[in-house]
């Protein structure tokens, strides 16, 4: 039997951030909204990593809801670090990439939320982050990724 952590599916998120190194992305699934009015989020960063980084110097950046189909993305946006490559030149060399609201975002992402960070709380091993929405775009139909999903790919173990 699964770990009671693992029993629910949890759909998979990717951050856009902007640092003073650039911009990065990464994948995260410790994301939930908090809050109906205002509409809020917690999202949760791992330690370590560029993306935490990026959010150190700007309080703006970008969930997008992955698209199933998106689920190879998870190889690079998830097993790579931010401080060793450029997943943005990765994914603009692929024509993967679109402009929003002055972010590079994941073109083929179901939607877009712009967040800003009110704060932030130490949570273990991640960093966690309560935001306003400050902006928001569906961007197309279609089926969610999720961890459930990338198990069943092989391409995380659950």
Partial sequence: MQKPWNRV???VYSLST???TGMNMNIATYVTPVSMKPKRYLCAVYHGTQTL???????RFVLQIMAQEQAALVRLLGK?????IDKIARLEKKSLTANWNGFTVLKDALAWIELEILESMEGGDHRCFICD???Y???QEGAPLTVKYLGEQKIISI
């Fill in 137 to 139: 775009r569906n961007n």
């Fill in 133 to 135: 929405v400050a902006a």
């Fill in 53 to 59: 980084v990026n959010l150190e110097s700007n309080t």
């Fill in 9 to 11: 599916d949890q759909p």
């Fill in 18 to 20: 902007i640092g003073k």
């Fill in 80 to 84: 790579q670090s931010g401080k060793k």
